[in-house]
């Protein structure tokens, strides 16, 4: 493993645990030249996911890409990371439990929303806001209303 440091291509592994969902190893390690210390992640490699984008194309899952959107939603909100990751967590969970290696943007975006509804109202309707793509005030409220619908039941 490579040194964030210095660069040096050894280093050793001081102590070695999984992460709290058991699907990663957390590894902190020390470089042997200058004897820093980092924290790297050890995760099982799995066929990747397609996803099938509105437009037809095809494009491998980035979680990463995934996380950055419902962030986006849930600005100045009171949302913590770890909430987010979870919710992350879960959604790549459920796709990678699926038989299919496809799957569409929109059920990505379906089962974030889901995830949003449950974490923030407010960050449920910014993602939807751009997710759905309202054409106006009237798409809007529509949405608001379903929310509020639901709310009372």
Known sequence: MKCPYCGYDESKVVDSRPTDEGERIRRRRE???CLKRFTTYE????????????D????VFDRDKLLTGMMRACEKRPVSMSQLEEAV???????????DREITSLQIGELAMDKLKDIDEVAYVRFASVYRQFKD??????ELKKILESKER
């Open 31 to 33: 470089c042997l030249k």
């Open 89 to 99: 967590d879960e959604i790549e969970n459920s796709l990678r439990n699926t038989l």
């Open 137 to 142: 005030i009237n798409s809007f409220m529509a």
């Open 56 to 59: 037809k194309s095809r494009e």
């Open 43 to 54: 995760v099982i490699e799995t066929t990747p996911l397609m996803i099938i984008k509105k």
